[in-house]
């Protein structure tokens, strides 16, 4: 690294719900990166999307379990209602103390996370990172066209994505490998019957609350399984995630239309409403 | 492992009969020997009658009982079919023996009339007393197989639930936390980080060793929980805020080690972690004519919202405190878990107080 890039300003916001490790966090920053100017401390999942989207920081220092709306339901939340005309994607770093399973799918996958208690040697060189990133990204590039505006766009997407489903696939514990699912119990909207519907008749799944929506052309089932469980036995190519919260069938997919504010929707055949679909889910859909 | 599905004649099995049969010709040479010895006919046709009787008799018995049985974990079947499978092969074996060794020494087919005849009534004898002794040994060597595959899978079980146990004490996520914590506290608040290391020390203790010991006083157990939510809110700062309550006359009633501490756990982790404000914790103990009674009190997200388990954590707690108390009060003590008035969750143990104590 050399002066210009360590004397970089930038801004950040960390997300951290103990207040302990949030004022260590921030002092090692301070030490590592001076010009580093930190908006904005949350200690919930909740508000660090509400903090974020008033101060547009370009760096997120997310913790993974957090009260309310954990790290990762913050980061995709945040993907989808950012402002990127306002302020580039931010950087996304994650910090966590032990999740076995997330950490582990960081390290597969090959992706910066900062590990608490946070060691001054590893946090130089996610600041180092972080910087080049940064740089490039403010570099005026000889042809600021939209169209490259709209790859580093991509970009940060892919990047975001990939961390998301590296740390939600890490986070659900580790299912043995087995036949994709053909059935699922579910109890039907009064929950006191228990009824086997094949999967092949499931169009979409969608998580609510405590539980998972089944939907079928006629009806609609609950599981308690959570989504990114679910993900694990799902065949990737049959069913696409397109949401935080949504899984369609992606045979069933009618059409997808991008409304005025620039938000896409799909619809199914056999179902009549609008699925929303994520910003980080949206490259599945670019007319070929 | 599921009984049900295994295959009847998996390799195991057929290694079995195999081994049965063996040992089958090895007692029927010997009992030829025998009886040729004492002068009962030349060695060579004993050999031939009393092969060809075992070796009948041992297999209709063994392929019938693993065809009755093979499925089941003692491969032997129940009652009167054993009896029914033992008289089958006896009276095949018998009767298919006498006929091989009739043909080789070419001496007329048994006649039923001579039943009576002396040759007749010891062979049927010799035939019976072995076939049952036999399978009396191979039941019992298989019974005693069984036996010690159950012992060895009931101590596997106990070691596996001690491990758990531990697990969810030492939970890895609260400790690196406090690890980090810690370490935050080293450089800025010396005096609080000693005090906090002092707390991790007494909880490690108690958790690596509680186990083991069989009680100790409520008092210690008050101690132990203060220890762990001293870390805890140490870890959460405003958003925990805890009561001990324990009168001094109940302070040495013998309890079993860390019978609270899962409870207080759940109602962190499941009450009020997930609450962005956080929220209160009372444990308080106290007298109810004979019984104590012991409630923990949480003003978490509650009951409802707690109980889907992601990780099926909450589970192990409250099965184990539940066990614990039936193992030492059986069935005069209680918990129950409820939805506290003021929302969060209340949980509710009961029994009773020794007598010396009251």
């Known amino acids: ?55 547009l920081p370009q760096v997120l220092f997310f913790d993974i379990r957090m009260p309310g709306l954990d790290g990762l339901g913050a980061a995709a939340e945040l993907a989808d209602s950012w402002p990127t005309d306002e302020a580039p994607m931010p950087q996304l770093v994650f910090v966590t103390a032990y999740d076995e399973y997330a950490a582990r799918a960081f390290e597969a996958e090959a992706i910066d996370y900062v590990l608490k208690p946070v060691q001054s040697e590893r946090l130089r060189k996610t600041v180092a990172r972080l910087q080049q990133a940064l740089a490039a990204q403010q570099q005026p590039s000889p042809s600021a066209s939209p169209a490259v505006a709209g790859d580093a766009l991509e970009q940060t997407l892919a990047q975001w994505r990939q961390v998301l489903t590296a740390a939600g696939a890490g986070t659900a514990p580790p299912t043995p490998a087995s036949a994709p699912l053909r059935m699922i119990a579910a109890s039907d909207a009064g929950g006191s019957t228990v009824r086997m519907v094949p999967i092949d008749e499931v169009l979409y799944f969608e998580a609510a609350d405590k539980y998972l929506r089944v939907l079928t052309a006629t009806h609609e089932y609950l599981i308690r399984t959570p989504l990114k469980q679910l993900l694990t036995q799902l065949d990737a190519d049959t069913f696409w995630q397109v949401h935080r919260a949504v899984v369609v069938r992606s045979a069933a997919i009618e059409s997808v239309h991008r409304d005025e504010a620039g938000k896409l929707h799909l619809t199914l055949r056999g179902r009549a409403e609008k699925i929303p679909v994520s910003r980080l889910y949206a490259h599945l859909f670019r007319a070929m | 492992m599921t009984p049900e599905v295994l295959p009847r004649f998996r390799a195991e099995n057929i290694r079995n009969m195999f081994r049965h049969g063996l040992i089958t010709v090895a007692f029927c040479c010997f009992i030829a020997t025998a009886l040729a010895i004492a002068g009962n006919g030349s060695w ?65 087919p048994l006649e039923f009339r001579n039943l009576a ?9 010799i035939t019976l007393v ?34 758990k146990l531990l697990e969810t004490q030492l939970e890895p996520h609260m400790l690196f936390n406090t690890l980090a914590n810690l370490r935050v506290l080293i450089t800025v608040d010396p005096p609080r980080a000693v005090a906090m290391l002092d707390r991790l020390n007494s909880y490690l203790r108690m958790t690596l060793s509680g186990s083991r010991a069989l009680a100790h006083p409520l008092s210690a157990e008050f101690d132990r929980l203060g220890d762990y939510l001293e870390l805890m809110s140490v870890r959460m700062g405003e958003r925990l805020r805890y ?116």
């Open chain 1, 1 to 55: 690294m050399n002066a210009t890039t360590t004397t970089m300003n930038a801004t950040a916001l960390i997300a951290e719900d103990e207040p302990l490790l949030a004022q260590a966090l921030k002092a090692e920053l301070a030490a590592a990166w001076p010009g580093l100017q930190i908006v904005a401390t949350a200690g919930d999942g909740r508000s660090a999307v509400r903090e974020a989207l008033r101060l």
């Open chain 2, 44 to 108: 060579e046709s004993q050999m031939v009658y009393s092969l060809s009787i075992g070796t009948i008799c041992w297999f209709v018995i063994d392929v019938g009982r693993l065809l009755l049985s093979g499925h089941k974990e003692v491969l032997w079947p129940h009652g009167l079919w054993s009896y029914g499978l033992i008289a089958l092969g006896i009276t095949v074996g018998f009767l298919g023996g006498n006929a091989i060794g009739d043909a080789w020494v070419g001496a007329p």
């Open chain 2, 117 to 125: 005849a002396r040759k007749m009534a010891s062979t049927i004898v």
């Open chain 2, 130 to 163: 072995a076939t049952i002794g036999m399978c009396f040994f191979f039941f019992s060597l298989g019974k005693s197989k069984h036996m010690q595959s159950q012992l060895d899978l009931a101590k596997r079980n106990a070691t596996e639930a001690r491990l």
């Open chain 2, 243 to 358: 009561t001990l309550d324990l009168p001094d006359d109940l302070r040495d009633v013998p309890v079993p080690p860390l019978l609270l501490q899962p409870l207080v756990e759940n109602s962190i982790r499941h009450g009020l972690e997930p609450k962005v404000e956080g929220g209160e914790i009372a444990v308080r103990a106290r007298r109810n004519g004979d019984r104590l009674v012991i409630e923990v009190n949480d003003t978490g997200v509650g009951l409802d919202a707690a109980l889907p388990s992601e990780e099926g954590g909450s589970g192990f707690g409250l099965e184990q405190v539940r066990e614990r108390l039936a193992t030492v009060f059986g069935e005069r003590s209680e918990m129950r878990l409820a939805a506290a008035p003021a929302g969060g969750t209340c949980a509710t143990l009961s029994f009773p107080l020794p007598t010396a104590a009251s």
